[in-house]
């Protein structure tokens, strides 16, 4: 009778999972350990599990089966890049996981990260002419002020000797303030949005720190769009009201806005703080930076391979059966490709020692920190914008800038999404 009583609960879980996924993550108070494993780092360095998972199991390797689904990490940087690239055979729709969250009518789930061709293709070319040279080319002096009136800001309150939090006072106002720049907010709206920007991409506390999080940045973005539906602003949201009109709904525009919020702020904060640190630690490539211009290019686009802050792809749901890298993935399963360990996949490299470490004569512009394929991320130019001109200007204002901890006592980020330290203790005359 128990095997009886097991088969037709298993049949139902089945049927449930067949028709519809029957899971709500929006109720979901914390993501258990086991799925979140792959998030953890040893410093700089992704965890040793994952290289021992890659050894024993492959580039392509099932780590858990969640609530009836299988989830597989993908650490091999060929079979990241045909994952990512690959149209028809994955969805990045993640709303019929998300309950009534994933509903459009609250608002909650959108934007281009989780949305499918044709509507991901459709939205894309809305935003794609924001993000041309030519008209990143107009933020540039904003960019140039924001990192100097930070670095004014940075160096009032290390003028006593005493130690200043860089993360604090540089690497998260340059890239927020530069967001809301490119969003065209109003000044007085600044503080407010800035309260939302990093409890979002937590995953180890509760709802506030995953879909609580992602639902009030929404929610303020929605409102902007409205009140910009009536007074278009300057900036990226404006614009697209001048240019679109109603052929563009307050729902899409607040995804498209939240998108280049979320991919344009924590990101470039994490990538500021971790890149000063790595940089502090190799004085040779710091005075590089000092002395010759041209350098910070093959900088920061190693420092973008080698630490590669956004540790995972949006997760992609297999739409069919599919083989990847020789492993046989199901309907239904869920598949993420692993950033840093794709990016420090020996097998991309010629050298049996290249990837490993931190090597700017190694550095690469096609490297994984921004993803690959239609999802890559549009705004990865005006990252390297901002990392290319905060980097320099901070080593020629303090060339002397050491850390006031020993790196071994930095305090990272546990577990997100988003890979970062808590606080850069730093002294600004070199103590």
């Not at 052929?247 to 995804?255: H, K, Q, S, V």
């Not at 190693?302 to 309907?331: N, T």
């Not at 869920?334 to 950033?339: D, F, G």
């Amino acid at each position: 009778m128990a095997l009886v009583l097991e088969a037709v609960r298993s049949r139902v879980r089945r049927a449930l999972i067949a028709r519809s996924p029957g899971i709500d993550l929006s109720r979901l108070d914390r993501v258990p350990e086991r799925l979140t494993w792959p998030l953890k780092r040893e410093g700089m360095e992704p965890v040793g599990r994952l290289e021992e998972l890659r050894e024993a199991k492959g580039p392509v390797a099932k780590v858990v089966n969640f609530l009836g689904v299988e989830v597989w990490v993908v650490t091999g940087d060929a079979e990241a890049r045909e994952l990512l690239a690959d149209q028809t055979s994955y969805s990045t729709d993640i709303r019929p996981y998300m309950g009534k969250a994933g509903n459009a009518e609250n608002g909650d789930i959108g934007g281009l990260g989780f949305t499918d061709p044709p509507d991901h293709t459709r939205l894309r070319k809305l935003l794609t002419p924001e993000f041309t040279m030519r008209r990143l080319a107009r933020l540039k002096p904003a960019i140039d002020r924001i990192i100097e009136d930070q670095l004014d800001e940075t160096e009032r309150l290390g003028a006593d000797g005493q130690a200043v939090d860089l993360a604090q006072t540089f690497a998260f106002p340059v890239p927020f303030l530069v967001i809301c720049e490119l969003l065209g907010l109003p000044v007085e709206e600044r503080e407010k949005f800035r309260g939302m920007a990093s409890a979002r991409f937590d995953v180890t506390g509760g709802g506030i720190g995953t879909v609580g999080a992602v639902a009030g940045s929404r929610q303020f973005l929605f409102e902007e769009t409205a009140r910009q539906r009536r007074e278009p602003g300057p900036g990226l949201i404006g614009q697209i009201i001048r240019e679109h009109g109603d052929e563009i709904t307050d729902f899409d525009l607040a995804g498209l806005a939240d998108g280049a919020f979320t991919g344009g702020l924590e990101t470039s904060a994490s990538m500021l703080a971790l890149g000063t640190a790595v940089l502090l630690d190799r004085r040779d490539v710091w005075d590089l930076l000092i002395a010759e211009d041209h350098s910070v290019v093959p900088i920061v686009d190693e420092l973008l391979r080698y630490l590669s802050v956004v540790q995972i792809s949006f997760p992609r749901f297999a739409k069919h059966d599919v083989v990847l890298g020789g492993q046989k993935i199901k309907k239904g399963a869920v598949v993420l490709a692993h950033l840093p360990a794709a990016n420090r996949d020996q097998r991309a490299y010629h050298s049996a020692t290249a990837g490993s470490g931190f090597d700017h004569g190694q550095a690469t512009a096609s490297h994984l920190a921004f993803g690959h394929g239609f999802h890559r991320c549009v705004g990865a130019e005006l990252a390297r914008m901002e990392l290319r001109a905060a980097y320099p200007a901070l080593a020629r204002r303090f060339p002397h800038l050491t850390l006031a901890v020993d790196a071994s006592e930095l305090a990272f980020h546990d577990r997100s999404i988003v890979y970062g330290v808590e606080s850069l203790p730093v002294y600004l005359d070199g103590r």
